[in-house]
């Protein structure tokens, strides 16, 4: 598929690892390139992402309509959201019906902040009756691990930062030959009408890559075809 034709066939860096999602791969790029002065532009529906946006050189771009996501204060973004939780990725609430603007004077008062951390409340089970006491800033903690990706633990960053090292250097090569196979065996017949123009996307030719040193030749080259294999 699809997958096996990128990282095989084109020169696009493809990230994963067994042990990392997703977000974390992409955030991971999207800060080391964003920190070196590069912009960096993110196409996806994941609201999460939003908490990248306090890098001034990161653009999040819904898919939905195609305009980028705004965000006043992305910082409080992420404040907020370890109180809410996530039902969607199973991450509970670390203050049920906290009221918003209880959460603003939280966010900026240190006195707000530290008494609603120490506050608790209790959760009854319908099933089993049983009731449980928690404490919000436990849960707070452990929310802000799950889901800040400023915040991973140091293990997960040792390998956000080796699998990004290796890929950086070790990407695929453009290749006109299996490209048009892909486009051949998935009826892609527009596509590869304009194989040219989708060729520059998918290979380094005429770009020069800091993390590929012999692509400065090809830069320095101009060549002005991407149709052969590099």
Known sequence: GFEELA???????????????????ISGYAK??????D????????KDFTQLLKYPNITLINPDDGKPRLCEDPEFFMFEKCFRGDKGDNVMSAYPRVRLDRLKR???????????MNETWKFKDPETSVETEFLV?????ENNLLMNLD???????????????????????????????FCGKYELVTIAEQAASFAEMFSVTGKYSPH??????IHEAKKASALIEF
């Not at 912009?39 to 994941?46: T, Y």
């Not at 991973?152 to 290749?175: N, R, Y």
């Open 137 to 141: 800033q436990d849960l707070f903690v």
């Open 151 to 181: 915040a991973q633990p140091e293990e997960i960053q040792l390998a956000i930062k080796e699998t990004l090292d290796h890929e950086l250097v070790h990407h695929g090569k453009f290749s006109h030959f299996h490209f048009m196979k």
């Open 7 to 25: 990282r095989e066939h084109t020169s696009l860096v493809c990230l994963s690892h067994p042990k990392l999602e997703g977000d974390d791969l």
């Open 39 to 46: 912009e960096v532009i993110i196409l996806s529906g994941d």
């Open 32 to 37: 080391r390139f964003a920190e070196e002065g």
């Open 212 to 217: 590929k040193e012999e692509t400065k030749a």
């Open 106 to 116: 939280a966010y900026n008062d240190e006195y707000e902040l530290t008494k609603i």
